[in-house]
């Protein structure tokens, strides 16, 4: 009885234990193929954006340059989009770098169940392409894993310089953006201003007048004038009906003050009164003036709103800054053999003991 339950915890070792680090061995020790990881830095920046702390902050106290946030999450979603697969799988280089001769045929790409469509390779892309982005500083770091240093290199070298011309475009795109919206601006102002100068000089011609208010200043100061002429007239008239009745300068000094009154009378109905009226006309006239003078001064606000777009363009440019090249690994780093096949065995040991336990607890309870 012993002896068989001896032979029962040992065929329950060999199971647990034995025969997967048995397995564990094959595979690490012949079957595994060496992974090289090739590693990249960088962070975006622009010079507009208050910088971050830690290492964000070294870098921007050299050239008060800041992390670029929105920028830098469009460059590494780029990195891991189907449309960076397919640029660095241009002729087939990257599914040719994961399908050598001397990779296990396991890890292969063709491993996989259909291992001939896009969205398979896309899947077995993002397990060996890792990108890690730190919060606080906004550094971010690009992992290549290949299985020959010179793949995992060259792969890592495309992707970085593919994210520099993404961001490199998005930074074209933009600035073309403002200054094209902003020379939209002008060119409408520029109409605005063109259609309301048009209108007042028209509105001159056809009244016959440059400036109301001007001329009615005009007509104010002859008809004060005339004013003053009447009075005189008056006078001398009533000197001489009273000193010399017979007089025959009466008669026409008496004409020159109706003439004078009449005359009056009529600057002052061109002044106000009438549909004609300078008063009338200075209506229309001061609205087409204050439209004229709005649109250029709407005119000048874009003008200098352009030219800020321009230098604005010009300023904030937005770039990739490399912290670290792709690195050209000179030894695999996994897989980690030893510490696979001593996780196997560990693993192994307490999988034995938990059911040698649930054994020994079932027999115990059937006798």
């Not at 960088?42 to 050299?62: T, W």
């Not at 299985?147 to 011309?165: F, G, K, S, V």
């Not at 009745?245 to 009466?250: A, D, F, G, H, S």
């Not at 002044?271 to 204050?290: K, P």
Request: glycine content about 6%; charged content about 25%; some cysteine.
């Amino acid at each position: 009885m012993i002896f068989a339950r001896f032979k029962n915890i040992g065929g329950l070792f060999a199971v647990c234990v034995i025969i997967p680090v048995f397995l564990s061995i094959v595979y690490f020790g012949f079957l595994a193929t060496d992974v090289y990881i090739s590693e990249s830095r960088f962070v975006v920046r622009s010079p507009e954006k208050p910088s971050s702390g830690g290492l964000g902050l070294m870098l921007a106290s050299s050239g008060a340059f800041s992390a670029a946030s929105e920028e830098s999450n469009a460059a590494q979603a780029f990195l891991e989009s189907r449309d960076a697969l397919r640029a660095v799988d241009q002729g087939g280089q990257f599914r040719a770098a994961f399908e050598r001769p001397h990779i296990w045929f396991a890890e292969r790409v063709s491993a996989l169940e259909e291992g001939d469509t896009f969205e398979d390779l896309y899947k077995y892309y993002l397990k060996h392409v890792k990108l890690e982005s730190d919060a606080t500083t906004s550094i971010a770091t690009l992992s290549v894993r290949a299985y020959t240093p010179q793949d995992a290199h060259r792969i890592n070298e495309q992707l970085l310089r593919m994210t520099e011309q993404t961001v490199n475009r998005m930074n074209q795109r933009g600035r073309a953006d403002m200054i094209r919206f902003a020379e939209v601006e002008v060119n409408d102002a520029k109409e605005q201003a063109r259609e309301a100068a048009q209108a007042l000089a028209a509105y001159r011609n056809r009244e016959g007048v440059v400036d109301p208010e001007l001329e009615a200043t005009a007509k104010l100061e002859m008809i004060s004038k005339l004013q003053d002429e009447v009075i005189t007239t008056r006078a001398q008239l009533a000197q001489l009906r009273e000193f010399t009745p017979r007089n025959p300068q009466i008669p026409v000094l008496a004409n020159r003050s109706r003439t004078l009154d009449e005359e009056i009378r009529r600057q002052m109905g061109s002044l106000a009164g009438g549909s004609n009226s300078l008063a009338q006309s200075s209506v229309e006239f001061q609205r087409l003036f204050l439209e004229n003078e709005f649109a250029g001064q709407q005119l000048a606000v874009t003008l200098a709103s352009f030219q800020e777009a321009r230098n604005e363009a010009r300023r904030q440019q937005v770039y990739v800054q490399r912290i670290s090249e792709p690195n050209l690994p000179d030894d695999p780093l996994e897989p980690r053999r030893t510490r696979g096949v001593l996780a196997t065995l560990v693993l192994g040991l307490v999988a034995w003991g938990i059911a040698s336990m649930l054994v020994a607890g079932i027999k115990e309870h059937a006798q």
